[in-house]
């Protein structure tokens, strides 16, 4: 067995990174690859002195102690990036880590990986939130799948629905661990940064620790992205994208379910903490109001929905291309053809954008709609006044009965629990108030700056699209500029 992980997650030019691995072999070599239009290997390292580290049970909360076993300095011609460690010992057991490289230059962009998420969802050494924890640590491995897919869209979990027998069992016989079809770098960020350097895009990066602990992380940049799976987030991160925007900046959300539930940070970043829907349990829970609960965003408690962010939330979207889902089209039905975004675009009223690349697939954000001659206009009620909405597709909410065996046993379903925290009570009169959700593209002002939002997951998915890779160049075109030009 081998395993290991980078600690810190990221670093600038000259810094140092740790290299944590557990392995019963006698040595173990590495390969450091940046990851982007195309792969490079950067360094290499044979005949390592291997270490049986201790593998305790309480490593997914506390984190590992392990020893070090080699430190990488951040070289200067190393760009900006994400760059996977594969670590192969003597016996010929394979394992991936990784580290991010960070840079203050001047880029078009800076790309925060959400690697909240992908800890969220890690059952490396024990329980994550998917299967009874609610304190996990950055401080150990990924399992496998998580980093590095043979083939990414073999393994979506929006197609879960439609596998054939031959191809689950394909799946299986990867060895990747069954969660890391629902975060991870290999699911979504890597299909879009492989996208956007081809294109020419240079951008900046950093993890959701960064976004944390740093709140002049974005000062240099004239756009902030969010890709893919962005779940979990921390008052500091959104506190750093939200002053950005306010002061003249602009996000791009090409993700879903994005900032649904707030986490904490604590013990110097060895643990993330989410209670979600075991609010009493949660230390922060207080029943006259609790800004810090670990809980929805939405919550009453907490009082911040995500959608003062996005424009959209979780809360009014939903699963799609899932069991229990709507199928639709796997793309958008387009409203607003003459705006912008779909500039060189073949879009027309009521086209559909993005369906041969499945776009709309997995979890999915919305807002309340209303109709306006003939078309969906986002109400008011739970989205910015101003948010105009550009696409639709259906999406919903799961009931607690319908989800995935997979899931722990206190696991409550988010219509649910969407249904008693915002509607006031688990009936079935509220649930239908929330049950038919949408995935909803769409646009809004905040203070100075300006956010678009995909409201959807798998949106790297459809690059290969023309019209799709064409409202994305769109988006970062005019985000990427200064003020003045926009």
């Known amino acids: 067995m081998i395993a290991g992980y980078c600690w810190p997650q990221s670093g600038e030019h000259s810094e140092s990174i740790d290299l944590f691995c557990h392995t019963t072999a006698n040595t173990f070599n590495i390969e450091?690859?940046?990851?982007?239009?195309?792969?490079?290997?950067?360094?290499?390292?044979?005949?390592?002195?291997?270490?049986?580290?201790?593998?305790?049970?309480d490593i997914a909360v506390e984190g590992s102690r392990w020893r070090g076993g080699f430190k990488l300095t951040i070289a200067p011609e190393w760009r900006s990036g994400f760059y996977l460690v594969r670590l192969e010992d003597a016996d010929g057991n394979k394992a991936q880590a990784f580290f991010v490289v960070r840079s203050s230059e001047s880029a078009d962009a800076t790309l925060v990986l959400a690697t909240s998420t992908w800890n969220a969802y890690n059952t490396w050494g024990g329980a994550s939130y998917y299967t009874g924890g609610h304190v996990t640590s950055p401080m150990r491995p990924l399992q496998p799948g998580f980093l590095e897919k043979a083939d990414p869209h073999l393994h979506r979990i929006a197609k879960y629905k439609d596998w054939t027998p031959e191809e689950m069992q394909a799946f299986r016989a990867t060895g990747y661990d069954s969660w890391s079809m629902a975060a991870g770098w290999a699911n979504w960020e890597m299909l879009f940064v492989r996208w956007a350097e081809q294109q020419g895009y240079r951008l900046n990066y950093a993890t959701s620790l960064d976004l944390d602990r740093d709140p002049s992380l974005l000062d240099k940049s004239r756009a902030y992205i969010s890709i893919g799976h962005d779940e979990y987030w921390s008052t500091a991160m959104r506190n750093t994208v939200e002053n950005f925007i306010d002061a003249g900046g602009n996000a791009a959300f090409f993700s879903g379910n994005t900032a649904f539930w707030q986490v904490r940070f604590e013990a110097d970043y060895r643990q993330m903490v989410g209670y979600k829907c075991d609010i009493e349990l949660d230390p922060m829970y207080d029943p006259t109001g609790a800004p810090e609960l670990s809980t929805m965003w939405s919550d009453p408690l907490v009082g911040r929905p995500?959608?003062?962010?996005?424009?959209?939330?979780?809360?009014?979207?939903?699963?799609?291309?899932?069991?229990?889902?709507?199928?639709?089209?796997?793309?958008?039905?387009?409203?607003?053809?003459?705006?912008?975004?779909?500039?060189?675009?073949?879009?027309?009223?009521?086209?559909?954008?993005?369906?041969?690349?499945?776009?709309?697939?997995?979890?999915?954000?919305?807002?309340?709609?209303?109709?306006?001659?003939?078309?969906?206009?986002?109400?008011?009620?739970?989205?910015?006044?101003?948010?105009?909405?550009?696409?639709?597709?259906?999406?919903?909410?799961?009931?607690?009965?319908?989800?995935?065996?997979?899931?722990?046993?206190?696991?409550?379903?988010?219509?649910?629990?969407?249904?008693?925290?915002?509607?006031?009570?688990?009936?079935?009169?509220?649930?239908?108030?929330?049950?038919?959700?949408?995935?909803?593209?769409?646009?809004?002002?905040?203070?100075?700056?300006?956010?678009?939002?995909?409201?959807?997951?798998?949106?790297?998915?459809?690059?290969?699209?023309?019209?799709?890779?064409?409202?994305?160049?769109?988006?970062?075109?005019?985000?990427?500029q200064p003020p003045k030009k926009r």
């Open 32 to 57: 450091v690859v940046r990851q982007g239009a195309q792969d490079k290997t950067v360094l290499t390292q044979a005949n390592i002195t291997g270490i049986a580290q201790d593998v305790s049970g």
């Open 306 to 480: 995500e959608n003062e962010m996005t424009g959209v939330s979780f809360t009014r979207g939903g699963y799609a291309h899932m069991p229990n889902s709507p199928e639709g089209t796997g793309g958008y039905s387009v409203w607003q053809p003459d705006h912008w975004a779909f500039a060189k675009t073949q879009q027309k009223l009521g086209s559909t954008l993005g369906a041969d690349g499945m776009v709309v697939g997995y979890e999915c954000d919305g807002c309340e709609l209303t109709e306006s001659n003939g078309r969906p206009i986002a109400s008011g009620l739970d989205s910015p006044l101003d948010f105009e909405v550009l696409g639709t597709a259906t999406a919903r909410l799961w009931e607690t009965e319908q989800a995935p065996s997979t899931l722990a046993d206190n696991y409550i379903g988010e219509l649910n629990w969407v249904a008693e925290r915002l509607g006031g009570e688990d009936t079935l009169e509220n649930r239908e108030r929330f049950s038919n959700g949408h995935a909803v593209m769409g646009i809004f002002r905040r203070g100075k700056g300006e956010v678009f939002t995909t409201g959807c997951t798998d949106w790297a998915y459809g690059l290969k699209d023309k019209d799709v890779a064409q409202v994305t160049s769109n988006v970062i075109d005019r985000f990427s």
